[in-house]
């Protein structure tokens, strides 16, 4: 079972601009550990999206931006495009678990 | 580039020991922990656990009994093995790495592998 809380699904029509939150707790989000965030293609290895909360790596758009506040973290995209349609999923560590954890997921839907 | 390939045996029986490994190309080996992930078939991710170079360890506490992580520093490559491996075990199991620079994101992943238990 995930610490890290995210909607099942988000839809968006294409130009649209969607947001998906990643709900976590005091003994992660909402200490000074970093979120990040990973989209995941049916049968491929996640990619890292954002990093550091708000950095994105070389090479990804910058329709693509997170945030993080308190115990909460979000990833936004904007002009959403076809090829935005993955899985989407937030990333922490817990100090509780002594452990990463991973948010439950979010499959983004371009209408 | 850096590139990791695993590999390993992808049906099981129950009781039967999971083993998986990865080999890294390209970059430092020594400056980054490496890590298997999980994913049940339709499921979310699974952090399993993650060793450095010098084979310092940290496991998901709830697997921990049943884990182990090696590496072998002059082939770059790192291993798990799972016991006692149920059908709850079955998912692509993912090889990844974190790295400083990316404020220990997982910023290079394997391309993952199936495993099967079923008797």
């Known amino acids: 079972q995930s610490v890290l809380t995210q909607p099942p699904s988000v839809s968006g029509a294409p130009g649209q601009r969607v947001t998906i939150s990643c709900s976590g707790s005091s003994s992660n989000i909402g200490t000074y550990y970093n979120v990040h965030w990973y989209q995941q293609r049916p049968g491929t290895a996640p990619k890292l999206l954002i990093y550091?909360?708000?950095k994105r790596p070389s090479g990804v758009p910058d329709r693509f931006s997170g945030s993080k506040s308190g115990t909460s973290a979000s990833l936004a995209i904007t002009g959403l495009q076809a090829e935005d349609e993955a899985d989407y999923y937030c990333q922490s560590y817990d100090n509780s678990l002594s452990g990463y954890v991973f948010g439950t997921g979010t499959k983004v839907t371009v209408l | 580039q850096v590139q990791l390939q695993q590999w390993g045996a992808g049906l099981l029986k129950p009781s039967e020991t999971l083993s998986l490994s990865c080999a890294v190309y390209?970059?430092?080996?020594?400056?980054?922990?490496w890590n298997w992930i999980r994913q049940p078939p339709g499921k979310g991710l699974e952090w399993i656990g993650e060793i450095n170079h010098s084979g310092s360890t940290n496991y998901n506490p709830s697997l921990k009994s049943r884990v182990t992580i090696s590496v072998d520093t002059s082939k770059n490559q790192f291993s798990l093995k799972l016991s006692s491996v149920t059908a709850a075990d079955t998912a692509v199991y993912y090889c990844?790495?974190?790295?400083?620079?990316?404020?220990?994101?997982?910023?290079?992943w394997g391309q993952g592998t199936l495993v099967t238990v079923s008797s």
């Open positions: 390209g970059g430092s080996f020594s400056g980054h922990y």
């Open positions: 990844a790495r974190w790295d400083v620079d990316t404020s220990m994101a997982y910023d290079y």
């Open positions: 550091g909360n708000s």
